[in-house]
T-cell receptor
Framework: ETGVTQSPTHLIKTRGQQVTLRCSSQSGHNTVSWYQQALGQGPQFIFQYYREEENGRGNFPPRFSGLQFPNYSSELNVNALELDDSALYLC????????????FGQGTRLTVV | AQSVTQLDSHVSVSEGTPVLLRCNYSSSYSPSLFWYVQHPNKGLQLLLKYTSAATLVKGINGFEAEFKKSETSFHLTKPSAHMSDAAEYFCVVTLSGGYNKLIFGAGTRLAVHP
């Protein structure tokens, strides 16, 4: 158990729709990162939030956006869904930049049809 | 720029035999290196990490890895495989310092046969 929970566990959406994925981090972890893991690949960094501000972003278009809240929860929003957005989305909770250790949730499996 | 190459996409061993999962990295700066394991329908679990202390790192479940700067390698080993070790393994690199972006390799699927 990592203490990081994600919801929902599975989701099916139609192309063009919007989706919100949620993550609850460990208390006291000020940094949260989101990753996309396509089938058969390693996770790819989407973005990172530190104390409610985005402080790093991977090679993903602006239709991928996020929010982080003071209660250590966060959201990943994806607009105008495309078929290629089908993937496992992972949330990682990081206690501090010195340890570098990330605690991952179980992920949300998104299928776009 | 940093990158990670996992040299084998699939590794198959018999139970009780040694495990070797190979990883090479590329980094312009002092890297932090990790191995994560992912069991089916589960999230990623940290096996071990290297952050510029001892070059031989011991992790959970009997796994260990050795950081070799001259070879830019961080191979994962275990003396004796167990059936429960069957999973996907990811080698990961990140920069030392404030930014926490993790760069994952493509993964190695480990199969363990009776």
């Amino acid at each position: 158990e990592t203490g990081v929970t994600q919801s929902p566990t599975h989701l099916i959406k139609t192309r063009g729709q919007q989706v919100t994925l949620r993550c609850s981090s460990q208390s006291g972890h000020n940094t949260v990162s989101w990753y996309q893991q396509a089938l058969g690949q390693g996770p790819q960094f989407i973005f990172q939030y530190y104390r409610e501000e985005e402080n790093g972003r991977g090679n993903f278009p602006p239709r991928f956006s996020g929010l982080q809240f003071p209660n250590y929860s966060s959201e990943l929003n994806v607009n105008a869904l495309e078929l290629d957005d089908s993937a496992l989305y992972l949330c990682a909770s990081i206690p501090d930049s010195n340890t570098k250790e990330a605690f991952f949730g179980q992920g949300t499996r998104l299928t776009v049809v | 720029a940093q990158s990670v190459t996992q040299l084998d996409s699939h590794v198959s061993v018999s139970e009780g035999t040694p495990v070797l999962l190979r990883c090479n990295y590329s980094s312009s700066y002092s890297p932090s290196l990790f191995w994560y394991v992912q069991h089916p329908n589960k999230g990623l679990q940290l096996l071990l990490k290297y952050t510029s202390a001892a070059t031989l790192v011991k992790g959970i479940n009997g796994f260990e890895a050795e950081f070799k700067k001259s070879e830019t390698s961080f191979h994962l080993t275990k003396p004796s495989a167990h059936m429960s070790d069957a999973a996907e393994y990811f080698c990961v690199v990140t920069l030392s310092g404030g930014y926490n972006k993790l760069i994952f390799g493509a993964g190695t699927r480990l199969a363990v046969h009776p």
